[in-house]
């Protein structure tokens, strides 16, 4: 994988912190005019008769038109304020610099009459003086039709690239944007309300974390040393630098899989330690199951985090317990293939041996596995339904939740606090030994020394320097330890690492990220249907069929699973064909189940500056994504849906009148079923593929030659700095990764352990053996 994006993009992305400032500043009118049109046509007002008139005018009587809801529904606009000026903000505040730069150039050109003309060509052209519209004063249907030539032409990718941004920000915000009371007008109509559902029969006994976590957003400069020392910290103030000086024998950077385990393992063995995490904590009582604000304080960039290429969108948690958080409580093992494929082809033993499958079963137990569920959801009973009929094989899916745990929105935070996250568990564990966790702090840059002379490695890691998120706190902080660990994870570690000097070439390089493409089926309510329930309720997944290459060839393709997809997100993968289709597709949401193919990618990217992501599938991954999508379709035509397609961006469907449609007519729907490529494919079909696991973008390596750490998770080039994150796996692993991730990161955080205790520092008041045994 090059270093450079795409072709449209290059050079603008490297733009300086100047450029940054002015091109993410308020909106000239013009600009705002054009992005209203724009926001207009993907969203247009539709009368009552229009609406009525769907494609084919075969609606199907599924909604009462007379409603109120159903008819509001259809007669707002995108442009109706202040939806264009939150996709303006959202578009300065969330998106690449690149991307801005093109959205703007786009609708500053669209504001004038000769570029309009050359944009939109003769559609523009009026009967009237001056002859020439610009785009915000042509016809509504003329507007379409130059955003649906644009979608499909080969030649105009970048302004494709550009639509496609501000398309798809426009239906995010008017989906997910809330009232004061925590109330969006358009959900009616479409079938949607929030999960209100909260557990109350835990007794109140304050927050889980409470005894060692530090939240800096709510603190200042002098409260923040009163906190640190009250929490048992050495620190030391440089009032003339503005620095804190604190030390400790741990600093940890990241909460989520990799480092929660590594918290628990270090402070259960005595060692003081420090976790740092970038986002802000929450509990069960603090989340609302609102998609908009819990992407937007639990998620990397706010859930809005595409590939440079917009192939790929990505999906990582920010919060304290970070992917544990929000990930959808898939507990699955590691697959004996990965495993021996690790073990043998890449060196690394740990994998195959004993050690690690005695770590997957203290993992499991720490966090409560189970494989058993009472009720399954819709979208389960459909993959049930569609496999039990073909005679598929599927397996049960283990969480870290109870077996009657039925929440459809842990992607938003689990209201019922029952998801057993690093946050319930292992950070629980680290604070209960003395622990301390900064939130709302981030790492900025490590602290090296030259190592001593005969040292292995030529330099030493000495701590970490960060700085709060709160702007009320000035002073910086550098933490100094014995150890220092990285554990943000596979898209930040690598940029922390390479802003701080490291060399070697394989840090940002590897990266995988399962890519996922998704099939829907569309199920009418039907009181004599098993298959009841709506796509946003219930577990989220609970069952899983693996697709083979066939019975004499066990190799697994890919997998298939159910999402979560709140109404925002819904619209977000949609493919955009009409106005009218848009607001079809979501009055029939609650009722469209979907099921996700993920692949254990060959092809890979990297990431080497802070969300600047470049990735690319081979033609392996894609033929097992077409396979999976192929498999997908047929489970929900059997499983009895009227009407079945994909995400890509022709609007691939098919008619099957509750699985009634003939073998041929499958056979030949399926023919056309591809894998595509991004929006700046030269290609008139395109697609968006999901990424909610990332890994190997500092992988574990036999030398410096094969990968970025050792077979202890130790930096090549500095002692003392360890990587304990899903970005030392050596590829993908196939499946749900967080028993991998934290099962590894128990093994890496035992081996610092024992590299801590060589240092002669604290002797363990727990043996090792103690640890495995028990797990805490």
Known sequence: MGRECHPALKGIIRGD????????????????EALAAICETVFPPLSGAAAAGTAGGEFEGQIDREDEAVRFFYESSGSQAPVPQEVAELL????????????????????????????????????????????SSMGSDQREKVLQGWLK?????????????????????????????GENPLWKAIGYQVDEEQEMSKPDQGTPLEKGIIETIYSTDLGLLQSLKQKGLEVTQDSRNKIYRIKCDAVIVGSGCGGGVAAAVLAGCGYKVVVLEKGNYYTHKDYSSLEGP?????YESGGILPSCTANVLILAGSTVGGGSAVNWSASIRTPHAVLQDWAEKHGMELFGSKEYASAMDIVCKRIGVTDRC????????????????????????????????????????CRRGDKQGTDYTWLVDAVNCGAVILSGCKAEQLVFETNAPGRARRKKCTGVRAKSMNSDIENVLQFEAKV?????????????????????????RNLHLHPVAMAWGHFPQDSSSQLSGTSYQGGIITLIHKVVEGNSNPNVQAIIETP??????????CPWESGLDIKDRLAKYARTAHLLTIVRDRGHGEVTREGIINYKMDSVDKENIRAGLRQSLRILIAAGADEVGTHRSDGLRMKCRGGTASEYQVEEFLDRVSAEDGPLAMDEKWAFHTSAHQMGSCRMGINEKEGAVDKNGESWEAEGLFVCDASVLPTAVGVNPMITIESTAYCIANRIAEYLSKQGLLKSPKTRSDILMNGK
């Not at 032409?153 to 009371?181: G, M, N, Q, W």
């Not at 979560?564 to 977000?572: D, N, Q, R």
């Open 564 to 573: 979560l997809l709140g109404p925002a997100t819904f619209t977000v993968l």
């Open 374 to 413: 009472v009720e399954q959801s819709f979208q389960n009973k459909v993959l049930q339904e569609g496999c039990e009929k073909l005679g598929l094989e599927i397996n049960a899916v283990p969480r870290n939740s109870s077996e009657d745990h039925y929440c459809g929105s842990c992607g938003y935070g």
């Open 484 to 508: 220092t660990v990285s554990a943000c994870g596979a898209l930040l570690t690598p940029p922390l690492l390479i802003s701080s000097g490291l060399k070697n070439k394989h840090i940002g």
């Open 17 to 32: 912190r100047e450029k940054k400032k002015l091109f993410r500043g308020s909106f000239s009118s013009r600009e705002m």
């Open 153 to 181: 032409h080969r030649f105009l990718t970048p302004i494709r690239l550009a639509f496609v941004y501000l398309k798809v920000l426009c239906l995010y915000v008017l989906l997910s944007r809330v009232d004061e009371k």
């Open 92 to 135: 300065g505040r969330r998106g690449l610099l690149a991307a801005v730069i093109l959205a703007r150039a786009v609708l500053l050109v669209l504001s004038t009459r000769l570029g309009t003309l050359l944009l939109c060509g003769s559609l523009c052209v009026g009967g009237r003086w001056p002859y020439v519209n610009t785009f």
């Open 294 to 298: 819990s992407m937007d304080q639990l």
